[in-house]
């Protein structure tokens, strides 16, 4: 046999994903050679603190504090960027693509922002670009979507993005928990930072869903196209009705292909039961297609997490040897030919519930009733829970709406004296 | 803009499959040019009845009943084999092979048994043989395993194979059916075969489990190594006793990489409801992995049918596509670079759920609990469920148990008089 050909790589940051991708390949390191033919081997981490890095791996030497002894270090071909947020990683990516390295991601604030730059740069350089690990953590996606669904026109796709917040309505779901409750438990088991903002608003699913979308609909969403809404106004109450209902509460990430343009958004939304989404529980995520040829498919796991992170993050970084091997990096770049325009979210169609406290005396009803209609939403149902002294609590369901005139409606019904208070309104699947 | 590339593929067979072929082929010609580089264009289809076959096609001049047509026609770069079976698949495949054509198939009874020689023809030309769609048609699993997963050991798979069992048993457990009522409907309604013995005595589903436990475990499984069993005698009542235990009765393919060996096989087991695997219904499949460093992850969609099994199969033409386009043909082979024993079923541990009817008077129970105790199996739990005149019908869930020790209990326990009847035996995940 030959000699044994070895791919040098560089890593850029050394934080929960960093060590994960360090011991993954580490438990890798008998496998390579038979797997893909070649050697890698983890030649510089650049960290910006030497001594805590060189304590978590075997060789210290490896650690380094300067950029450009990964950017100008010929002999690496492969730079992982796991640092995290826009800057410096973007200049460091661009940097590293310029000057002929491969590149491998686990980054979905840059990607889902930048992506398109990224990827012409790539293209440009011939090399590279894999960012699998930037949506859904460990669980297959961006390959299965850009390769063993090309033939589908995908039309939708929904999911559960977050594990913290799917953590959170699990366990308001399941204890019957308040929101805040739910968050310090997350908080207190590590599944929620100390600032939430990232997860419970919604943000951190809205950069994945502009990532996915991306590649199953062929044409770019960044996040800013993205309408995020987070949880923290789901109640237990909202939570129970659903339940009475036949509904969970989830936080969802949907976006759809319409004629009219590209819909993404996300936020809390009751489905059936019955759904398989309905069903994935505590932190893990799930992501449902739907294609022209494939019909429904999902995929299921961990969304984060050290270890399934770098196993997408190194499964990347496999690829890429491969392609090395065959002299084909850039082989599938972006994939993003069509330009379709974005829906504005007002004219999304919606299902609504909507729950309220209202006067409870004669003629009240009636008077919701007409702004909901006056407003081009019509109702499905309307349902009195229970009187609390002079107000009754009222659940409205209604049918497909454009947002807007549900919008509409709502700022009306929020400055009419019989209304105490517009407890909550959460869309329906 | 260069001249516009084309590539121009074969096709063996136009039955369900190779129709759903033809029909995303045509929905997708005008994407694949920007999504590929290149447009496909199907040259020649190869039948069994010519005139039948011009009526489904819009050139009736692209069917033919010669294989040569195909085989010596140096234009054809990619050859698609959806006529299943063994022969004259298997000769077809090396011969296009041999003849410097990549293969797609949706074949798994070839797969399952010949997967090995395939490949190694397909490394002896420098050729892609790609068969995404010969586990769970639609569902994206080979490729995930081989590339996004790459980075782990894959320690288990477990999965519905079968969306003709998994609809029968949805009915069986939904509906109280029986399982002669359940096949007929299935029958009926088009999914269950005249005869059915492939579907429900699991052996589609054995044929599976090979093919995906060599990818994952990255050791040669052939369909001859995978222990199957069948549904044929679940009854309701076994599905009845199993909801009592909050347990659903599924027929899962399960295969293991242990120190001791490769374990591989499908039977029909008790899993709790609240497994993801549990909720799969009707005649979708699933199918769940255990990595070390991805967890768990699990893969739902449809099994099965013209276009979700088309989908996979094109899916796999565009990555022959760009790899022709980049030269690479051949970069991802088998992957089985190890070569681990296969364990005897007796070896194996499992759980089970025995069912039967026994003589309804004292030291009865303590005769069969001697010969489980006898034979080492332990018993976890002992049931009486009801009595019918003389006899008493007992329910036993023992703990893991190797099999080859189950089965001699089982054998003396048939023998002996105050048994009337041994009912049921089934594993319990």
Redesign the interface.
């Known amino acids: 046999m030959a000699e044994e050909r070895v791919i040098k790589i560089g890593m850029l940051g050394l934080g929960t994903v960093g060590t994960?991708v360090y011991k993954?390949?580490k438990?890798?390191q008998e496998?390579m050679l038979?797997?893909l033919g070649a050697r890698v081997e983890l030649k510089k981490i650049l960290v910006r603190n030497v001594e805590k890095a060189a304590a978590k791996v075997d060789d210290p030497s490896i650690v380094t504090m300067n950029f450009e002894d990964i950017a100008n270090d010929p002999e690496i071909e492969i730079v992982v960027e796991v640092m995290g947020g826009k800057q410096p990683a973007m200049n460091y990516i661009l940097a590293c693509l310029d000057a002929g390295k491969n590149v491998v991601t686990a980054n979905k604030d840059l990607v889902a922002s930048e992506g398109k730059k990224i990827l012409a740069a790539a293209k440009r350089n011939g090399k590279d670009f894999l960012y699998?690990a930037s949506v859904a953590g460990?669980?297959?996606i961006i390959?299965?979507v850009k390769?063993?669904?090309?033939?589908?026109?995908i039309t939708e796709l929904m999911g559960i993005f977050n594990g913290t917040t799917n953590f959170i309505l699990t366990k308001m779901s399941q204890e019957g928990m308040e929101f805040g409750d739910a968050l310090r438990l997350a908080q207190d088991m590590g599944y929620a930072e100390a600032d939430p903002t990232a997860d419970v608003e919604g943000l951190d699913a809205g950069r994945k869903v502009a990532i996915l979308a991306s590649a199953a609909f062929?044409s770019r969403v960044t996040f800013e196209d993205v309408y995020t809404e987070g949880i923290t106004k789901i109640t237990a109450t909202d939570i129970q009705y659903a339940k009475e209902m036949g509904c969970t509460i989830k936080l969802l990430g949907v976006a759809k292909d319409t004629p009219e343009g590209i819909e993404a958004r996300v936020h809390p939304m009751l489905i059936d039961s019955n759904h398989?989404l309905a069903?994935?529980n505590d932190s893990y995520n799930a992501v449902f297609l739907t294609?022209?040829?494939?019909?429904?498919?999902?995929?299921?796991?961990?969304g984060a997490?050290e270890?399934?992170t770098?196993?997408?993050?190194?499964?990347d970084?496999?690829?890429v040897v491969?392609?090395i091997l065959?002299?084909?990096c850039g082989?599938?770049g972006c994939?993003c030919?069509?330009e379709c325009p974005i829906k504005r979210v007002g004219e999304i169609k919606s299902k609504y519930f909507v729950r309220m406290q209202i006067e409870n005396r004669y003629g009240t009803l009636a008077s919701v009733a007409s702004v909901f209609g006056n407003n081009k939403v019509s109702i499905a149902q309307m349902l009195q829970k229970r009187v609390n002294g002079k107000y009754a609590e009222i659940v409205v369901i209604t049918d497909e709406v454009k947002e807007r005139h549900f919008e509409d409606a709502m700022q009306i019904l929020g400055g009419m004296s019989m209304i105490q208070e517009i407890s909550s309104t959460i869309r329906v699947y």
Chains 1, 2 share one sequence.
């Open positions: 994960g993954v390949l438990s890798q496998e038979p797997k699998e460990g669980i297959p390959r299965p390769q063993c669904l090309a033939a589908n026109h062929n398989p069903t994935v294609g022209d040829a494939v019909q429904d498919t999902m995929f299921y796991g961990r997490g270890l399934p770098a196993s997408a993050v190194v499964g970084i496999f690829d491969r392609n065959w002299n084909c082989r599938i994939t030919y069509r």
